[in-house]
Nanobody, 121 residues
Framework: QVQLVESGGGLVQAGGSLRLSCAAS????????MGWFRQAPGKEREFVAT?????YYADSVKGRFTISRDNAKNTVTLQMNSLKPEDTAVYYC?????????????????WGQGTQVTVSS
């Protein structure tokens, strides 16, 4: 059974940093594109970052967030710096079956349960 489990969320002041991790199990994801999405209350889920054949970031996080992966450990991380209150959301890890990076949530095959990130002003 494929599982993606996020960790590392929490409460941080504006300007602070958090590091989210996603541990994958049930299959090897070294040949899979991995992504991070987020959903704020009352808003649709939105793309944050992806790593696979290419690496992309949402304009709103470019220069502040960094996505990386450790294929040996089957993990993907999202380092978030200079956090802003508008970054407050539930953050989800997602994986595709193939290596093609995508900004579109519906193209991802597996999802984690999410981890809450709250940035206070």
């Amino acid at each position: 059974q494929v599982q993606l489990v996020e960790s590392g969320g929490g409460l941080v002041q504006a300007g602070g940093s958090l590091r989210l991790s996603c541990a994958a199990s049930g299959r090897t994801f070294s040949n899979s594109a991995m992504g991070w999405f987020r959903q704020a209350p009352g808003k649709e889920r939105e793309f944050v970052a992806t790593i696979g054949g290419s690496t992309y970031y949402a304009d709103s996080v470019k220069g502040r967030f960094t996505i990386s992966r450790d294929n040996a450990k089957n993990t993907v991380t999202l380092q978030m710096n200079s956090l802003k209150p508008e970054d407050t959301a539930v953050y989800y890890c997602a994986a595709r079956i193939n290596y093609a990076s995508s900004l579109i949530a519906s193209r991802y095959d597996y999802w984690g349960q999410g981890t809450q990130v709250t940035v206070s002003s």
